[in-house]
């Protein structure tokens, strides 16, 4: 929110610097974001009235211009063309300064000394795009009251410094300048000026005869409306049209700009309707079932149900709390207009400038919350200011609906409970007095009980650790005594699933493998790039940030395959890749949460194969404790049909691996030979054994026996070797699968595999009596299983 240091010291006699007075202020809890002065470099730029225009005798497009600047008389030689004898303009003088830092001297234009120039309001570092075109393309023309020889930095306010100030979502109070003077005033502990309002005595209730209003939906606590008679539409005073514009808003007419002031100046939106263009004598706040309305702005919006409109009883004539609407605009011809001031519920403007994509200066202060008690100040504010300035005349009377009027809370704060709950000691009187520093009433209930009455300006207090906060701020932050923290204190440390995720990290890492941290989002197109069936339990977001990133993601596998076509895109000749994360999945159970399930997804391409990424596994799954894995057959659609397997521990799955299909190759335009595996991180930590033991070197020798066998083709190897170790007891210590042979002296359809065999017992050395019956065994459940032979 910008703020008008000038118009904040119309309220509070601020003395300190710009920069000193912002640090206060944040330090009380109101955030500074930066100071900024209009105009810093302008000096020596003077108003002067055009009294004589001749033209130049040496050039066609210049004019000499007599200009009178109350105790002097210059000559200025311009080509602007929207001078006149008359006008008042802003004269740069010799030795002058505009807002670019150039000095302005006098100069010879073909032959004729020029005193000066005339400036515009770029020259005198004003915001062009709050003026009209044509304003920002000439000379500035200055209203006819004002004085001359006045200093245009004091006139134009370009000496003031606006503030940027960050506001918290729940300090709609401060959504004003009195609000952020309520501030100012508290920090500095300086007395608040007060504003005039409409406070003559009115005998009649001359708005009866000409208008009535009807609340008919809550969502409008209270409906205020003053009637006035319009004596002239015109600019509006000076000093008015600088308030705005030093606050961002352009000023458009004398009417508007005062609606448009005391928005600024209390923080309460305000409308004016023209009375003629209602076409009706009531207005009925309610939702309606038309389908469009024409706003300010010229633009045709669909409106529902759900709006809540402003409305002459039968068509809506505003989008109540938001714009007003095109039908009932103050023009040159409006005689009579209705001043509304109302409150509306937050959370139904919110909607409804949400929906239509149009967030005013309006909206937004009732999108935060506006005090219903402003709508009545507000209007009689509104209506002083008309008066002043001549614009209109009153008829008498006011229209206040506000059917549930709200008490005003009160909160009792213990004196004991505060000092022992902020660490610091103050008595009584001092938390009375900040506390009456924030205009709150305070009553002294007893000697250590205080009841603070809260103003209506104030929602966001409801408990006694607000009001604690509230003297903290004013007592200040940096006054509170730095403590150490006291209690028990216990030693930090990690679970152990986060010391296992961190070892399976390391020994990836320790193999060359990169860590990447993907989103996890995924969409629709992205899953059917997998060239697989789309699951039912994927969850899709009720309001995604885009198509891209629409569906949770149910697999780690669509990331790492977009990180490899990342890098072989950025011309990587090769990669290695992991990534432990989760993944979603839909809840059978109704109402409650996604499951998260964590999986760990390896990848690489350009340097190894599938063998290799196998034999990663493998490593990874031994250092996990977790012996024989089988690598069966089978996979996701993803895979490529023949070079894909399913890992499993004892029975459970923990996984897939293989090479990508070459659809999905395409798809995500890979290199042509990418492998991955996906591994289920609960069953591998489930299945693992961390509690390792050492174990002696063996005392006794071990035995080697060869074994060659014949069996057909399709059977894996991966069987034999379960089968083999399952027959061999306690004695066989390893397996070696060392030669798989087909050529002659084997059957077509058959191949011949070859085990080295290791065994060992640990009590003693074994013989030929013990190990030939293994073999005998080992044998005989192979042939029984597979039909396989022993090789001759």
């Keep these: 929110m910008l703020v008008s240091l000038n118009w904040l010291k119309e309220f509070v006699d601020i003395k300190m610097s710009p920069y000193d007075f912002g640090e206060a202020l944040t330090m009380s809890g109101t955030k500074v974001e930066t100071l900024t002065v209009v105009a810093e470099q302008v000096e020596g730029i003077l108003t002067g009235k055009i009294t004589k225009i001749e033209a130049h005798p040496n050039a066609d497009k210049l004019i000499v211009c007599t200009v009178d600047l109350g105790d002097k008389e210059l000559v200025i030689v311009t080509a602007a063309k929207n001078v006149f004898v008359g006008a008042i303009v802003p004269v740069a003088i010799d030795g002058a300064v505009i807002a670019n830092g ?146 961002g808003v352009r000023p458009i007419n004398n009417i508007v700009d005062v609606t448009n002031l005391v928005m600024l100046e209390l923080g309460q939106p305000l409308h004016a309707f023209d009375y003629h263009s209602l076409q009706s004598q009531e207005i009925v706040i309610q939702r309606t079932t038309d389908k469009q309305i024409v706003t300010l702005d010229d633009k045709e919006r669909e409106i529902d149900q759900t709006m809540l409109m402003i409305t002459n009883g039968k068509a809506p004539v505003a989008i109540a709390g938001v714009m007003g609407g095109a039908n009932s605009e103050i023009t040159e011809k409006t005689s009579l207009i209705v001043l509304e001031s109302a409150n509306f519920n937050k959370a139904s403007i919110r909607l409804t400038a949400k929906q239509l994509g149009l967030r005013t200066e309006a909206s937004a202060r009732f999108e935060k919350g506006v005090d219903p008690e402003l709508a009545g100040i507000a209007a009689l504010r509104a209506t002083q200011l008309l008066l002043e300035i001549g614009a209109c005349e009153v008829i008498e009377g006011l229209i206040d609906v506000y059917p549930n009027v709200a008490p005003l809370k009160k909160v009792n704060l213990d004196i004991n409970w505060f000092n022992a709950f902020v660490g610091i000691t103050l008595t009584i009187d001092e938390i009375k007095a900040m506390l009456s520093r924030l205009f709150f009433k305070v009553e002294k209930i007893s000697d250590a009980i205080l009841e603070v009455e809260v103003p209506s300006f104030r929602p966001d207090i409801e408990l006694k650790e607000d009001l604690a906060e509230e003297v903290v701020r004013i007592f200040g932050y940096d006054m509170i005594p730095g403590t150490i923290m006291g209690g028990e204190t216990m030693v930090g440390g990690k679970t152990p699933v986060q010391k296992f995720e961190d070892a399976l990290k390391n020994i990836l890492v320790g193999q060359g493998y990169y860590e990447t941290l993907t989103s996890s989002f995924t969409s629709e197109k992205r899953l059917q790039g997998l060239n697989s069936q789309l699951g039912d339990d994927l969850i899709a977001l009720i309001n995604p940030l885009g198509e891209e990133n629409s569906i949770m993601r149910g697999s780690l596998i669509g990331h790492q395959l977009e990180v490899i076509a990342l890098n072989d895109s ?79 521990v004892n029975g459970r799955r923990l996984g897939e691996i293989g090479e990508i299909h070459p659809i999905v190759v395409k798809h995500y335009q890979l290199p042509k030979r990418c492998y991955v595996c996906q591994l289920s991180f609960e069953a591998i930590f489930d299945c693992a054994k961390t509690d390792n033991k050492f174990t002696d070197l063996p005392k006794f020798p071990a035995s080697n026996r060869d074994l060659a066998i014949v069996l057909k083709s399709e059977i894996p190897a991966a069987v034999i070797e379960t089968t083999i170790r399952n027959n061999s007891g306690e004695i066989l210590e390893s397996i070696e699968l060392f030669d798989v042979y087909t050529g002659a002296q084997i059957p077509d359809g058959y191949k011949s595999l070859a085990y080295a065999l290791n065994f060992r017992h640990h009590e003693r050395t074994l013989n030929d009596n013990d190990i030939s019956p293994v073999i005998d065994q080992i044998l005989c459940q192979l042939k029984q299983s597979f039909d396989a032979q022993l090789r001759e």
């Design 102 to 247: 150039s000095k302005i001297g006098r100069s010879d234009f073909r032959g004729l000394i020029s005193d000066g120039m005339f400036c515009s309001i770029e020259e005198l570092g004003m915001n062009s795009d709050l003026f009209a075109k044509e304003i920002g393309e000439g000379i500035l023309i200055l209203p006819d009251n004002t004085p001359l020889g006045i200093d245009t930095r004091e006139l134009l306010w370009l000496d003031d410094v606006i503030i940027d100030v960050e506001l918290t979502a729940n300090r709609s109070d401060c959504q004003s300048i009195i609000g952020i003077a309520r501030e100012a005033s508290a920090t500095l502990d300086l007395p608040m000026s007060s504003f005039a309002t409409y406070a003559a005595a009115e005998t009649q209730n001359q708005i009866d005869d000409y208008l009535s209003v009807k609340i008919a939906d809550p969502a409008c606590p209270r409906y205020v409306a003053k009637m006035l008679k319009v004596k002239t539409i015109e600019a509006s005073p000076l000093w008015l049209q600088v308030k705005l514009l030093n606050s």
């Design 570 to 648: 950025r011309k990587n000749p090769s990669g290695r890749f992991f990534e432990l994360s989760y993944t979603y999945h839909k809840n059978d159970k109704p109402g409650e949460l996604p499951i998260e399930e964590k999986k760990l997804a390896i990848s690489s391409y350009g340097s190894g194969d599938y063998f290799e990424l196998k034999g990663m596994v493998e490593l990874l799954l031994t250092h996990c404790g977790i012996q024989y894995p089988q690598f069966i057959a089978g996979g996701s659609d993803f895979l490529h049909p023949g070079r894909k397997a399913e890992i499993f």
